[in-house]
T-cell receptor
Framework: GAGVSQSPSNKVTEKGKDVELRCDPI?????LYWYRQRLGQGLEFLIY????????KSGLPSDRFSAERTGESVSTLTIQRTQQEDSAVYLC?????????????FGPGTRLTVT | RKEVEQDPGPFNVPEGATVAFNCTYS??????FFWYRQDCRKEPKLLMS???SGNEDGRFTAQLNRASQYISLLIRDSKLSDSATYLC???????????????FGQGTILTVHP
């Protein structure tokens, strides 16, 4: 079956512009996660959704970052007024449910470059 | 102190070698533990879950020591295809909003050479 998909795969934007990243989870997966991975670094948790609600937004780096999920399906991560330090690969993952025992399946990521 | 700490390596080993990776975590309430594998410029994929009694999957053995808050991964008879970054992953603990959150270590780089 189809895995997690993300779009765009690459995004180059100018500093100060807004960007929107999209994630399509595996069908039937109720939990969805966003991570950020800077070059040569580990994964940094941003936010997760159980259904359409986000119980834990503690990882969002600043108020320029926001995320939403609709219909227990697609999620979008929006970064407003992008800065060069936002350059990273943004990874989305989904799992069958939100409990920490469930395997997370990752999408291929969106590589964001802010110039 | 980082929530999940790993030796970043890199580990460079010949084919056929046995190599062990270690990981420590700070949240004593954590309940679930995993090893993920990430190939260069690819997304992470689950390698194996880690159970209290220890578990084995072919050439891979994972162990958990809750008292020491320590997790290990042993790879026997290393193959060239084992070259990757190995990520130690821990969940946020029982109950509350942190339960669904997984914390990833920085990863340990393994290179297996002929």
């Amino acid at each position: 079956g189809a895995g997690v998909s993300q779009s765009p795969s690459n995004k180059v934007t100018e500093k100060g512009k807004d960007v929107e990243l999209r994630c399509d989870p595996i069908s039937g997966h109720t939990a969805l996660y966003w991570y950020r991975q800077r070059l040569g670094q580990g994964l940094e948790f941003l936010i997760y959704f159980q259904g359409n609600s986000a119980p834990d937004k503690s990882g969002l780096p600043s108020d320029r970052f926001s995320a939403e999920r609709t219909g227990e399906s697609v999620s979008t991560l929006t970064i407003q007024r992008t800065q060069q330090e936002d350059s990273a690969v943004y990874l989305c993952a989904s799992s069958l449910s939100w409990g920490g025992t469930y395997e997370q399946y990752f999408g291929p990521g969106t590589r964001l470059t802010v110039t | 102190r980082k929530e999940v700490e790993q030796d970043p390596g890199p580990f460079n080993v010949p084919e056929g070698a046995t190599v062990a990776f270690n990981c420590t975590y700070s949240n004593s309430a954590s309940q679930s533990f995993f090893w993920y594998r990430q190939d260069c410029r690819k997304e992470p994929k689950l390698l194996m879950s880690v159970y209290s009694s220890g578990n084995e999957d072919g050439r891979f053995t994972a162990q958990l020591n809750r008292a020491s808050q320590y997790i290990s991964l042993l790879i026997r008879d290393s193959k060239l295809s084992d070259s990757a970054t190995y990520l130690c992953v821990v969940n946020g603990g029982a109950g509350g909003t942190s339960y669904g959150k997984l914390t990833f270590g920085q990863g340990t780089i393994l290179t297996v050479h002929p």
